[in-house]
């Protein structure tokens, strides 16, 4: 997700399944769930499957505060009201506990599905990842202005010298975007998913996508541009710049559930495993698609500001739009994910 934060409001300017934050003072589990695949495979992986009988929801608001969120697959993190980052949920790669203490007020946060990866300071500048490094997704290399958009084990950002530039996990492309993304000069959006990748040059042009197509989540992108944009596994949905409603491609079982109209034009879109939420110009959050561990029907009805969910996961974390920037998440809580 990429969100431009002005003071403590919040601009979806693009959005993907690895949660990505643009922020700016001036002008967004012990174990894998059954079927997910390591990254480390080399095989090709359709991802994670899930566990839909988990029992480990929760709704209930919490006492931690936050200027923003981004969601993993099974882990949260958070820039926190004095610009530190904090993670909590699953440990298993290091992904909460290795985040560096002196990573403060960074200026672009975004997580994958077991790692995270931020910019701070002055552009262009490295970014500092942690986590997950079984296929180089924690160890880019290179300057690199941002946004910063990961995936399930890829990353993708605007480099130095022009264009999206991406790395990690490479078995099916996800890191090498077409020629025209990677000459553009500009850069509106840009999202990872499980194995894919997707970007919007400028305001008025159509997005690219690149990576695996098994579903047609590369092959068969809307034509016109959006306004906000997130991936996830097999499918991205978006906001349409014109109408202000809910556009999906990709997989067919997802998209046919997709909430196309709103009494009110959609804010920001994200998305996790097989769902998506929206959320209204009022705060109000609806989701759909697969209504694993309650990430459909256990939304509270409070209005939010911002709103995340993370690659291969299926929970969501937002900030109350309330004036208390109290985190309150739902959906799996496996590891403690959904527990801020």
């Known amino acids: 997700m990429g969100i431009l934060m002005r003071a403590l409001g919040f601009l979806v300017l693009a959005t993907s399944t690895g949660c990505t934050l643009v922020l700016s003072e001036t002008p967004c589990d012990t174990v ?15 991802g994670p499957a899930g566990d839909t009988n988990d029992t480990g929801d929760t709704g209930a608001p919490l006492s931690r505060t936050a200027q923003a969120l981004v969601a993993g697959g099974h882990h949260t993190c958070a820039v926190d009201l004095s610009g530190a980052v904090d993670c909590w949920g699953l440990d298993g790669e290091s992904e909460t506990t290795a985040a560096p203490a002196a ?40 300057n690199f202005l941002g946004p ?3 995936g399930g084990a890829h990353a993708c950002a605007l480099a130095e010298t022009g264009g999206v530039a991406c ?9 090498r975007p077409p020629e025209v993304v990677r000459a553009s000069e500009s850069l509106h959006l840009l999202a990872s998913g499980w194995l894919f990748s997707c970007a919007q040059s400028t305001a008025d042009s159509a997005p690219v996508c690149w990576g695996y197509d098994d579903s047609g989540q590369v092959s068969t992108v809307p034509a016109g541009p ?24 990709g997989h067919s079982d997802i998209c046919a559930r997709v909430l196309s109209e709103g009494d009110e ?24 698609g697969t209504n694993a561990n309650g990430v459909l029907t256990d939304v509270p009805a409070t209005p939010f500001r911002s709103i995340t969910a993370g690659p291969g996961g299926r929970h969501v974390c937002g900030i109350l739009d309330d004036g208390t920037d109290q985190v309150t998440c739902w959906g799996l809580d496996a590891s403690g994910q959904a527990t801020p």
């Open 32 to 46: 894998a769930p059954p079927g997910a695949s390591d990254p480390s495979d080399t095989a090709v992986d359709s």
């Open 226 to 249: 959006l306004d906000a944009m997130a991936l996830g596994q097999g499918f991205g949905v978006g906001i349409d710049r014109t109408t202000g409603q809910s556009v999906c491609w």
């Open 167 to 175: 790395w990690g996990r490479d078995i099916e492309g996800q890191t």
């Open 148 to 150: 910063l958009a990961a």
């Open 103 to 142: 990573l403060i007020d960074p200026t672009h946060l975004s997580a994958g599905y077991r790692f995270t990866c931020a910019l701070a300071g002055a552009d262009p500048s490295t970014p500092t990842c942690w986590g997950d490094e079984s296929s180089g997704q924690s160890s880019p290399t290179g």
């Open 265 to 288: 034009p959609w804010a920001q879109v994200v998305a996790g495993l097989d769902f998506a939420c929206n959320r209204s110009e009022t705060g109000q959050v609806t989701c759909w």
